[in-house]
């Protein structure tokens, strides 16, 4: 860390919340409160650590970093990081990129048990079945019994599984980009799904939004479920192909429970919208009340490792 930019000027953290709603930053910086609008609150080049605008997008996170000669670290108060590595190629060598592992797995594994539930359980049926005065009764699928697939065991996977252990669930299985074993069994690649795929009565993708995993629920993958499985996903749009998507549900082969699209935001017109047997919810995985607390505390305590000259956590990627 260095403590100016140039002579005497203060180096400047740029934060999406005002510092004083901050306890515990450290002393020594220009604190600037930046979210996302049109007027920057200082120049760019005196930021010498960056918090990236919650939720405004890939054109607002990237806007100022190419005029960041100074920065150091860039902060997502996301898990994910795409919208902000079109601008990576901006930075300087040395700048470390940070995510914002530990502040949205609580709330993204809530809503990953709400999708699953509401829409095993028929609730968007009984919603409209109350709007129009309908009882309707009758037997409606548990998540008790059922096997469930997760496809992006990182910290985001493994708090969806603490939350699912006391449904009774017959078997949970995991895919990461790496193999690996925990406490609870192993850990699959993606080289394993055509074997996982057919035995899932729930698939759930959290896996990151990259090469690899863009497009990854395609025609091939959808193919391989088991006829009447849910699909549910809390990780990115881009991480499913939408018109094949779009042809399983129309067959009404499968189910989803979809917290983000691609498109998203979904626009108006669009046939996701009305498909059969599909809940949706517009990309509030991490928007809580659970997300400000931990969002800050996460901030007080990168800025003061930062400020002491020791390494900051969540480092996903450095320029070079």
């Known amino acids: 860390m260095t403590a100016t930019t140039s002579g005497a000027t203060r180096a400047a953290v740029w934060l999406p919340f005002p510092a004083d709603e901050i306890d515990g930053l450290p002393d020594g910086f220009d604190y600037l409160f930046w979210d996302g609008g049109p007027e920057y609150p200082g ?13 405004k997008g890939s054109e607002i996170a990237v806007r100022p970093m190419g005029a960041m ?7 997502t108060l996301s898990a994910g990081i795409d919208h902000v590595e079109p601008g990576l190629g901006l930075l300087r060598p040395g700048v470390r990129l940070c995510n914002a592992k530990g502040v949205h797995e609580a709330s993204t594994a809530e809503l990953t048990l709400a999708l699953i ?7 968007p049926g009984f919603v409209h079945g109350q709007e129009n005065e309908e009882w309707r009764s009758g037997f409606y699928p548990a998540l008790a019994d059922k096997s469930v697939l997760i496809v992006g065991y990182g910290s985001i996977g493994s708090a969806i599984e603490d939350r699912l252990a006391p449904f009774e669930c017959a078997r949970v299985a995991r895919v990461a ?6 406490e609870r069994g192993p850990v699959h690649t993606l080289d394993d799904l055509p074997a996982l795929l057919p035995e899932a009565d729930v698939v759930v993708l959290s896996t990151p939004l990259n090469p690899s995993t863009q497009g990854l629920v395609g025609a091939e993958f959808l193919a ?3 006829d009447g499985a849910l699909l549910v996903n809390v990780a990115r749009g881009g991480v499913v192909d939408t018109k094949a998507l779009l042809t399983e549900l129309e067959s009404g082969r499968l189910r989803a429970a979809l917290d983000v699209t691609d498109p998203e935001p979904l626009p108006s017109g669009h046939p996701l919208w009305h498909a059969p047997n599909v809940l949706i919810t517009p990309h509030v995985g991490g928007s809580t009340s659970a997300f400000e607390p931990r969002a800050k505390r996460l901030l007080a305590a990168q800025l003061t490792r930062f400020a002491a000259g020791e390494p900051v956590v969540n480092v996903v990627s450095t320029t070079g």
């Open 43 to 55: 120049d760019p080049a005196h930021c010498v650590y960056y918090v990236v605008p919650y939720m």
């Open 69 to 75: 000669s100074a920065v150091q670290v860039v902060q």
């Open 117 to 123: 539930l509401a829409s095993l359980r028929g609730i």
């Open 177 to 182: 980009r790496s193999a690996r074993t925990t």
């Open 224 to 226: 391989a479920m088991k």
